[in-house]
């Protein structure tokens, strides 16, 4: 009864739902993008370090936990929008910051 390596959810041979979770992604990422831009930018307007300060500490309290549920069948869609939703809002605060 040994579990493989990357995950207990990886024995199954299901077909992926690409569409569903592909949508679920994209959304994820929409919002979070939005969340971690408007909170990056409030931030950056008291002190721009602290607005660096604060999402490094959230992120880096978040990603043990992520791992752990990186393969979980509905999660792991969950987190790839969560992902590309604090670079694309990191980027775009910057941006802002910057211009």
């Known amino acids: 009864m040994s579990q493989e390596c990357e995950g207990p959810y990886r024995a199954h041979s299901d077909s992926v739902p690409w569409a569903a979770g592909g949508t679920v992604a ?3 990422a929409l919002l979070g993008a939005t969340a971690v831009y408007a909170f990056g930018c409030a931030l950056a307007a008291v002190h721009p370090l602290l607005a660096v300060a604060v999402n490094v500490v959230a992120v880096v309290g978040v990603v043990p936990t ?3 549920w990186r393969f979980t069948p509905v999660v792991r869609w969950v987190l790839a929008g969560a992902s590309a939703a604090v670079v694309l809002g990191w980027i775009a ?3 802002y910051v910057i211009s």
Do not use: H
């Open 93 to 95: 605060a910057i941006v």
């Open 66 to 68: 992520a791992w752990r």
């Open 26 to 28: 994209v959304l994820v």
